[in-house]
């Protein structure tokens, strides 16, 4: 589902040979908010029965938390929701790190 979606893939995708099944995509779209394009990571992990999905979306501006307005946010809810009603499934233990903070994006797991 994820390769289909051209704003999350467009830039690269891939599946890894792993076990378990690691799918990683980078995507590109343009923000007429803040007049400049986003990229976005995403990482789609198969765990048996569930699939983990981590997505990174980030301006690569500096002072980004100022300036790109909740466009990040916006971009990785726009990637997961896509998954979402792709697959027919509703997303549970939706977590958001501001910022980028590594100390947060740590807890994780």
């Known amino acids: 589902m ?5 704003p999350a893939s467009n830039v690269y995708f891939t599946v890894l ?5 690691v799918a990683i995509a980078f995507g ?4 007429f908010r803040i007049n ?4 976005c990571m995403t990482l789609v992990i198969e ?8 997505i990174i979306a980030h301006s690569g501006l500096q002072l980004s938390a100022l300036s790109n307005c ?6 990785a809810l726009d990637v997961l929701d896509h998954l979402s009603k792709s697959l027919g499934v509703d997303p549970r233990d ?6 980028m903070d590594v100390t947060k994006s740590q807890q994780l797991g």
Do not use: C, M, W
């Open 2 to 6: 994820i390769r289909d979606y051209d």
């Open 17 to 21: 040979g792993t076990n378990p099944r």
């Open 28 to 31: 590109q779209k343009f923000f």
């Open 36 to 39: 400049h394009y986003l990229t």
């Open 47 to 54: 765990r048996g029965s569930e699939t983990e999905v981590r």
């Open 70 to 75: 909740g466009t990040s946010a916006d971009y």
């Open 94 to 99: 939706v977590v958001e790190v501001d910022y």
